[in-house]
């Protein structure tokens, strides 16, 4: 895994910044010159129109939707569409423009899942730079924990998800290439801690949780 990080990390420094490929001012459409960049703001000034064009991290929603039956699983998508065709994901994707996180997160999973989940709460939050349309973005990640579900998910797909099923989370950590996003192992880890704690709050033996989760 360190190996695969190493040459995502690699391609990520060959590859353009998104701010890269802009060249010309949103207001008044100048062009930009070699010294309109402010390298210490991450911003363009125009030199027509002064208007400052902050490059600001694209915030995007996740969520984690566990198992009413069976807390330690959560509901994970086969992707249908690249990138990473075949991999299996949370839901999520892009906010839209002044877009409430937690319905965008609610959003997605009813577009990819075609489920209308209930928020609970943010579970985790992170930047993470992720290589989009071959230029490279900061991503500001917001992942929330919806309330279980019970639900037969037997024949449910969609055109994003070609298979969506219940995954025991630590059987998920333990193979993370699994996953189509790396990052996602960071959400699953910060719900399988929440779990322990909260196992550990009502009395449950370590023993008994680790047969929860991996069985």
């Known amino acids: ?10 391609a ?17 459409g100048d062009p930009y010159g070699p010294d309109s960049f402010l390298a210490s703001d991450i911003a363009f000034r125009c030199s027509r129109c002064s208007y400052m064009f902050y490059q600001n991290s694209v915030p995007s929603a996740s969520v984690l939707i566990p198992s009413a039956s069976s807390p330690a699983q959560v509901l994970l998508m086969t992707r249908a569409t690249e990138p990473e065709v075949g991999k299996v994901a949370l839901p999520g994707g892009f906010l839209r423009y002044g877009e409430d996180p937690a319905e965008g997160a609610r959003r997605e999973a009813r577009e990819e899942t075609l489920l209308d989940v209930a928020i609970d709460r943010l579970l985790v939050s992170f930047l993470l730079d992720y290589c989009y349309l071959g ?8 992942s929330f924990l919806a309330y279980p579900i019970g639900i037969d998910l037997t024949g449910l797909h969609t055109s994003e998800a070609c298979l969506l099923a219940f995954y025991p989370v630590a ?5 993370p290439n699994r996953l189509a996003f790396p990052e996602q192992t960071r959400v699953l880890a910060c719900y399988l801690e929440r779990l322990a704690r909260g196992s550990a709050a009502s009395g449950v033996t370590e023993q008994e949780l680790k047969n929860a989760i991996l069985f």
Do not use: D, G, K
């Open 1 to 10: 895994r360190s190996c695969a990080r190493a040459s995502v990390v690699l």
């Open 171 to 175: 059987e998920v950590l333990m193979e």
């Open 135 to 142: 230029a490279q973005l900061s991503v500001l990640e917001l």
């Open 12 to 28: 990520l420094r060959n590859t353009m910044q998104r701010y890269e490929q802009i060249a010309h001012c949103p207001r008044c």
